[in-house]
């Protein structure tokens, strides 16, 4: 039951990210911060791209993903379609590691010691859902701030 709820979900959300990048009258704002913004659109979504890639693809998809964390914030202007084509590569990278798990994967322990305790794979794929939809809501608010 939580496979297909995750997938569904991670979908949906993925596609709000791409709406939202997509939504950005002026494609420079993308990459906007201002007095107490410490992050731009852009970056969250590097951010977010990255996050899944290692986390879903590397780790549990079996991919050749090197993150750079330290890019996903420092890099700036990539044009909206390359960000929109990474978000495509990503929710097919999602798809694919979630259409390999079985329910019994989700029982056991994540392959990486992420934070300071052990916790299933169920737990951290759940984890990562809340992190993406927390870092969507504020690229919306990004948006309706800056791109006016």
Not at 4 to 30: A, C, Q
């Given at each position: 039951m939580?496979?297909?709820?995750?997938?569904?979900?991670?979908?949906?959300?993925?596609?709000?990210?791409?709406?939202?990048?997509?939504?950005?009258?002026?494609?420079?704002?993308?990459?906007l911060v201002e007095k107490g913004i410490s992050n731009s659109a852009g970056n969250l979504c590097l951010h977010l791209i990255g996050n899944l890639n290692t986390y879903l693809g590397k780790e549990l998809g079996g991919t050749d993903y090197i993150r750079n964390r330290e890019l996903e914030f420092s890099q700036k202007n990539i044009p909206r379609s390359e960000l929109l084509m990474m978000l495509d590569a990503t929710l097919l990278v999602v798809e694919n590691t979630l259409d390999q798990l079985t329910p019994e994967q989700l029982d056991k322990d994540y392959p990486a010691r992420v934070f300071d305790y052990n916790m299933t794979t169920g737990f951290f794929l759940v984890h990562l859902l809340a992190h993406l939809t927390y870092h969507l809501g504020q690229i919306n608010y990004h948006r309706r701030l800056m791109d006016i």
């Open positions: 939580l496979l297909p709820t995750l997938k569904t979900l991670f979908r949906r959300e993925l596609g709000k990210l791409k709406k939202e990048i997509e939504s950005y009258k002026d494609e420079d704002k993308l990459w």
